[in-house]
């Protein structure tokens, strides 16, 4: 990795610039044209190591309730499971893991009323009704920002 390409990805990161160009300013401060960076970010994503660039939101603070998911899927029923979980757009993040309790998903809804109303969709939907609802209790603000070597 290079110089310029720590730079790149350090100003996705860090430093994106919330202006009505945001990849002209990166590439400014990069040293290179805003066509470069655009065509750098496009073979991150060809060769599978950026997936999106995208905003984070406080979702609380929008009015949106959310809470992590787990659920206990038998094997005979996963790929099923999976689908109709994955058929939703409130479903932000859906996982498998090995644990007794392994499908785990992030849901999100404009009210406590909806997602309520689409877990049971899920539960009736999928047979599915060993659920845990893991809301936030308290908010510990983490950064995620990778070293880039």
Known sequence: MTTKDRKLLKGLQTDFPLTSRPFAA??????????????????LKKDGMLRYIAAMFDLRKLGIVSSLIALRVPESKLNKTVKIINAYPNISHNYLRADDYNVWFTVSAASERKLKAILAEIRKKSGINDMLDL???????????????
């Open 26 to 43: 990166l590439a400014a401060e990069a040293g290179c044209t805003e066509k470069e960076m655009l065509a750098y970010f496009k073979k």
């Open 135 to 149: 809301r936030t209790r308290q908010v510990f603000k983490s950064q995620a920002v990778f070293e880039l070597r």
